[in-house]
Every structure is written in C-alpha cells, then in structure tokens.
C-alpha cells in the first residue's frame, strides 16, 4: 500500500469575506504543485458561505462537479433551466460537459451555509451537460458506508461520468470497519469530516484527508463518534 497524508491544517485557504474555503489541491490562488489531485481527484474544498451571499453565475466544462452540502441551505440555478435548494442530507452532481453556467447562493439570511465542492475529471468529454440531487435517509449511513455516488445510473446514490464510487458513513466509537475497493487499480481518499479513526498506521482527525492506493481494503479503526466520505477514484485517466 502507497499513502499519502494531508493534515487539515496544512491546507490551503482563502477568505473573501462572504466566502471561507479550505482546499485540499490546488485552487485558485492557491497552489502547490504536490497537491494538484489524487489520481482523477481534481478539488476538494470545503466552504463556507456567509448569510445570503454566495456564487454568481459562472461557467464550468467537462468536470463532474459534486456538491455535499452539511449545514444550512444552498440555492442552486443552472443555464439548464434547474432551480432546486440542497440541505444537508442531500447530494448533488452536476456534469458539466459541452459547458453550463451555474450559480449558488446561501437561501438563509441569519446563519451560514456549510457544504463540499468537489471535481472529478470525466471519463467523457463534451457530454451533454445534466443535473441531479437525492436526498439521503441518514439511518442507510449509520455504522457502515453506503454509496452516495457510482458510474451506474441505475445503482444507489448519484452517478457520474467516471469509474468512482463515493461512499458516506457514519461510526460509533470502538468498530473495526473494514472496506473493499471496487477496483483493485483504483486509489482511495478517505476525508475525515468530523471525529477521529486510525487507518492505514495514521491517525485521522477532523478535516484530515488520506489517500491509499495498490491496495483491495482498508481497515478503520474508529477511535471516537466518526463520519467519514470516502472517494475511490482511478488513479489515471
């Protein structure tokens, strides 16, 4: 097994008021050409949006944009004619494809709007752009890791144009969990969102990121009351 181990704090960040981020890869203005991605991994940020501010309208292509909201309520207008709200709970993909111009916006004028933003390169390029959402029944995450996001349209969770499987779980203190990739090619980063767990001889705490690959499973040991998103993506495309 080959590891790599981001510490929350030595992320990058950015603060433009309305806007707190941390980037796990570069983003940006920041940049660090040892942290470009993880295999087809492109961005993990994790943001923070002021009461009533947020995105205007901007354009994306050919990227699978995946959107985890945590807290508060994030609306949600796209040049596709979709105008859906997330909360937390939720998951949205949107692919971007031949281009589509979206934008974001904290619903809540009186408290902030939590969520991750993050990119996965295509396996497919110039598609037709498409949206999505689903809503999750928290109890299919309560001690083991449910898919959240997967290659088949007709499997649990979201889809995307890439050969990745996202899942999501949340652990009571004291479990041994262990979990097999569904490509033994594939890489696995594990984003520890809240609590602690030891895995892969490293100890993870809140925000921390780990990525293993030439691996078939890894073991967690969850040392405190955990909730872990895990993302198993090709290591090239």
Same mark, same amino acid.
């Given at each position: 097994?080959?590891?790599?181990? =981001?510490?929350?704090?030595?992320?990058?960040?950015?603060? =433009?008021?309305w806007l707190s981020s941390y980037h796990t890869f570069s983003f940006g203005n920041y940049y660090e050409s040892s942290r470009m991605n993880f295999g087809v991994l492109r961005v993990l940020n994790d943001d923070e949006v002021a009461p009533g501010m947020g995105f205007g309208t901007h354009p994306h292509q050919n990227m699978e944009i995946i959107s985890i909201p945590l807290e508060g309520e994030l609306e949600h207008k796209d040049s596709m004619g979709n105008k859906a709200l997330i909360k937390a709970g939720d998951i949205q993909v949107m692919s971007a494809g031949i281009g589509v111009e979206h934008s974001e916006r904290n619903k809540n004028r009186d408290k902030k709007v939590k969520f991750l933003q993050i990119w996965v390169l295509p396996n497919k390029v110039n598609v037709t752009p498409r949206y999505d959402q689903i809503t999750l029944d928290k109890a299919s995450f309560k001690n083991q890791f449910f898919q959240i996001v997967s290659p088949d349209p007709g499997d649990s969770g979201v889809w995307i144009h890439q050969d990745a499987w996202f899942h999501l779980g949340e652990f009571d203190p004291g479990l041994t969990i262990r979990k097999n990739l569904q490509d033994k090619t594939n890489g696995l980063y594990i984003f520890l969102l809240e609590g602690s767990c030891r895995v892969a001889g490293e100890t993870l705490n809140?925000?921390?990121?780990?990525g293993v690959w030439e691996t078939q499973s890894v073991e967690f040991e969850i040392q405190e009351e955990c909730k872990i998103l895990l993302m198993e993506v090709p290591m090239s495309n």
């Amino acid at each position: 097994m080959k590891k790599i181990l =981001h510490k929350a704090n030595t992320r990058g960040s950015a603060n =433009h008021g309305w806007l707190s981020s941390y980037h796990t890869f570069s983003f940006g203005n920041y940049y660090e050409s040892s942290r470009m991605n993880f295999g087809v991994l492109r961005v993990l940020n994790d943001d923070e949006v002021a009461p009533g501010m947020g995105f205007g309208t901007h354009p994306h292509q050919n990227m699978e944009i995946i959107s985890i909201p945590l807290e508060g309520e994030l609306e949600h207008k796209d040049s596709m004619g979709n105008k859906a709200l997330i909360k937390a709970g939720d998951i949205q993909v949107m692919s971007a494809g031949i281009g589509v111009e979206h934008s974001e916006r904290n619903k809540n004028r009186d408290k902030k709007v939590k969520f991750l933003q993050i990119w996965v390169l295509p396996n497919k390029v110039n598609v037709t752009p498409r949206y999505d959402q689903i809503t999750l029944d928290k109890a299919s995450f309560k001690n083991q890791f449910f898919q959240i996001v997967s290659p088949d349209p007709g499997d649990s969770g979201v889809w995307i144009h890439q050969d990745a499987w996202f899942h999501l779980g949340e652990f009571d203190p004291g479990l041994t969990i262990r979990k097999n990739l569904q490509d033994k090619t594939n890489g696995l980063y594990i984003f520890l969102l809240e609590g602690s767990c030891r895995v892969a001889g490293e100890t993870l705490n809140n925000r921390d990121g780990l990525g293993v690959w030439e691996t078939q499973s890894v073991e967690f040991e969850i040392q405190e009351e955990c909730k872990i998103l895990l993302m198993e993506v090709p290591m090239s495309n």
